[in-house]
């Protein structure tokens, strides 16, 4: 079983920073493939970054790539999104996600398990 609940989201000024964190309470952290992505509202949901099983790959969007950092604590069972030089752009509810392929993807149907969101508002 896979539970996802992320945190870290709230309103920061153009420019801030944010960490979202996504904590995973079930025993298959390390097995899954995870990702981040993101919905602002009447906008369909994005892709917004991965990262492979052991760590040692990532991809992002190329709208957050060198501002984003993604990464994961095997220990924690916690993914992270570090957001650097936020964007009004970047408002939107972020939604953390695992997936059981083979393959690392930006497709949003390739993952099986959703976190609930967290709301990410950056102000101009």
């Known amino acids: 079983q896979v539970q996802l609940v992320e945190s870290g989201g709230g309103l920061v000024q153009a420019g801030g920073s944010l960490r979202l964190s996504c904590a995973d309470s079930?025993?298959?952290?390390?097995?899954?493939?995870m990702g981040w992505f993101r919905q602002a509202p009447e906008n369909e949901r994005e892709f917004v970054a991965a990262i492979s099983r052991i760590g040692g790959n990532t991809a992002y969007a190329g709208s957050v790539k060198g501002r984003f950092t993604i990464s994961r604590d095997f220990v924690k069972n916690t993914l992270y999104l570090q957001m650097n030089g936020l964007k009004p752009e970047d408002t939107a509810v972020y939604y953390c996600a695992a997936s059981s392929g083979a393959i690392m993807t930006t497709a949003d149907r390739a993952y099986d398990y959703w976190g609930q969101g967290t709301q990410v508002t950056v102000s101009s």
């Open positions: 079930g025993r298959r952290f390390s097995t899954n493939i």
